[in-house]
């Protein structure tokens, strides 16, 4: 284990609030960590040197006065290019947003300054969240730090790269059907999608607006849970937000899960399951093996309808994105290539500002929209999610916490699955369920497989259960076998 | 992948009129590769035809949450200037863009 490992934004926090340490020795440490390796990895679009530093001396004046930064003070964060802040570039890794520079910050962006974060960058990400493996970026693609010729996973490959890089100990991602946790179990370190509602999407630039949800990804399980108390809570600004304060995480952590009852999803990991591999059924088995000795009963069990759910999730995803991304006209910000009419205009500014795959998922959401078809996708598929709903219902009469891999496979390398989409849709497989239904859901890192790449058990709860997946993540978490050496200090 | 040739559940003209809705221009060879990857998604889409979902609701929202009206009072709202300066194109503090309506050359 590199001795960078034991760097957690808890403890750093800790050592800023205290003044054994100042905020700005803290960030110029992680500078140095980004300068020497940001160059192989690309994690970031846009990394704020000077922004950072001004934000970590007004950290060390709060401390300097007497005054307490808040639980993150002095904690360097990143966060994926689709999340809003003020005056400072936002691009969804899209060609469309080109110089376009919000007028606002998002909710979450206030909230961690608030707690005394410090803002370093901006991470690349699928265009606009669509992708499971940071290669669908106007910008360039990602690449694992602990493999450079793999993927990093996605959509928030960036900050999935950037916390396992060593970059920084926190970042915000957002998951609309797995892309914080695929990329989290990928790269090797925790990643979480909250109950949908919990964490504020006022200022997350919308993908598919019933499924997107933002989240933490950090090296610790204590320090997502950190980083949700922070983000989370009811927001006057987003009319989904629920309407209670965020859950008391950090003080659940040492519960452990004597007398839960925890279920192993059959589909989402059994032989049944397309593409599952041997490494991972075997890791998810020891996993279960672990929470069995540390108090719990486990027992294989059955959410039958989430077989269905990558085909209604490849219908209502697009289908909203489509409806979402209507807006890029290159009439009120962002790019516009000129044309004689404006119609034209439109057609090309968005022939020209879309990558392919953003292209593919707005025709196949207009698609399912269009009259004739509506029915047959959209409205079956939303009638889907119902199904899968009640399934986890039944489920979690008998069961506490439900468990399955994060992702079928380890990372893959750059390149295998660009040229056939199906294949890279089947990634997100184990981890739709959670967005259709809204239930929250987390990767935690367990061992490695074969090719000595990571692997994530995904631990799913109820709607806003947030609490007992926090006690079984940090129980997983202290029973996982030895993970990559290189996490936290790139090798 | 697999190659579509015969009979697909998404036609090539069909993806050129969703391509126009969609306000994207396509060329030939894009047409040929989008036809056959959206005719692959649809596909496995077609799993979801075999259900017998006539007494299920659709789902809505994944919470039983309501519309919360807040007092009707000014708040702080967003700079007129600043939201103007987005734009690629602006006159007399409005948004500019090309001819509309019959005036195109």
């Known amino acids: 284990m590199s001795p960078s490992k034991e760097i957690t934004a808890r403890g750093l926090a800790a050592e800023v609030r205290s ?12 500078l140095s960590v980004i300068d020497a390796s940001e160059k192989e990895i690309h994690a970031f679009n846009l990394v704020l040197i000077e922004d950072a530093r001004a934000a970590a001396d007004v950290v060390d004046a709060q401390v300097a006065a007497g005054d307490d930064p808040g639980p993150l003070a002095g904690v360097p964060v990143a966060l994926k290019d689709n999340i809003c802040t003020r005056g400072v570039p936002t691009t969804c890794s899209s060609r469309i947003l080109e110089g376009w520079r919000p007028p606002y910050n ?31 970026s106007a910008f360039g693609v990602t690449r694992n730090p602990l493999d450079l010729r793999k993927v990093p996973g996605g959509s928030s490959g960036g900050s999935a790269a950037a916390v396992a890089a060593g970059f920084t100990p926190l970042a915000l991602g957002s998951d609309t059907g797995g892309s914080i946790r695929q990329p989290a179990a990928l790269c090797g370190v925790v990643g979480v999608k909250p109950t949908y509602g919990v964490v504020s999407r006022y200022g997350l630039v919308a993908f598919a607006s019933s499924l997107d949800q933002i989240g933490p990804i950090s090296r610790t399980v204590a320090d997502s849970a950190l980083m949700l108390e922070v983000i989370g809570g009811h927001d006057r600004r987003d009319s989904t937000s629920i309407p209670v ?45 672990a929470l069995e000795a540390a108090g719990a009963t486990v027992a294989a069990t059955s959410v039958p309808s989430t077989v269905y759910g990558l085909s209604a999730y490849y219908v209502v995803a697009p289908a909203e994105a489509s409806s979402n991304l209507a807006r890029y006209d290159g009439v009120r910000f962002g790019l516009r290539i000129d044309a004689p009419n404006a119609g034209d205009m439109n057609i090309a500014t968005r022939t020209a500002g879309f990558g392919d795959e953003v292209k593919r998922r707005i025709m196949l959401g207009t698609y399912a929209l269009s009259a004739g078809y509506y029915d047959a996708y959209y409205g079956k598929s939303q009638k889907v999610r119902t199904l899968i709903m009640n399934d986890f219902a039944r489920a979690y009469e008998e069961f506490d916490i439900l468990l399955s891999p994060t992702a079928p496979t380890t990372a893959f390398p750059i390149g295998e699955k660009t040229s056939d989409p199906m294949a890279m849709y089947l990634n997100d497989v184990c981890t739709i369920s959670s967005n259709l239904a809204g239930h929250p859901s987390m990767s935690v890192p367990f061992g490695l497989g074969n090719d000595g790449m990571p692997i994530g058990i995904q631990v799913l709860a109820p709607a ?26 790139v090798a | 992948m697999t190659e579509y040739t015969a009979r697909q559940r998404i036609s090539r003209s069909e993806v050129a009129h969703v391509a126009d809705l969609a306000r994207l221009s396509l060329t030939d060879q894009e047409l040929d590769a989008f036809t056959n990857q959206l005719a692959a998604v649809l596909d496995h889409a ?29 708040g702080e709202t967003s700079d007129r200037n600043e939201v103007l300066s987005c734009a690629p194109s602006i006159e007399n503090e409005q948004f500019r863009v090309p001819p509309v309506l019959g005036e195109s050359p």
Request: charged fraction near 25%.
């Open chain 2, 46 to 74: 077609a799993d979801l035809e075999a259900l017998d979902l006539t007494d299920v609701e659709p789902m809505i929202h994944p919470l039983p949450v309501h519309n919360v009206l807040r007092p009707d009072v000014v």
């Open chain 1, 245 to 289: 304060p965020a859950p008391d995480l950090t003080s659940v952590l040492d519960r452990g899960v004597e007398g839960l009852r925890i279920g192993i999803i059959e589909e989402l990991s059994g032989d049944g399951l397309e593409g599952i591999a041997v490494d991972v059924k075997a890791r998810l088995g020891e996993a279960a093996a």
């Open chain 1, 19 to 30: 003044g054994v340490r100042s905020a700005r020795s803290v960030l110029e440490e992680h």
């Open chain 1, 464 to 489: 806003t259960d947030e609490v007992t997946m926090f006690r079984v993540a940090a129980v997983l978490e202290s029973t996982a076998p030895a993970g990559h050496p290189a996490i936290g200090g």
């Open chain 1, 106 to 136: 998002a909710t979450v962006v206030d909230r961690l300054v608030a707690a005394g974060a410090v803002v370093v960058g901006k991470t690349n990400l699928d265009e606009f969240g669509m992708g499971s493996s940071t290669e669908n």
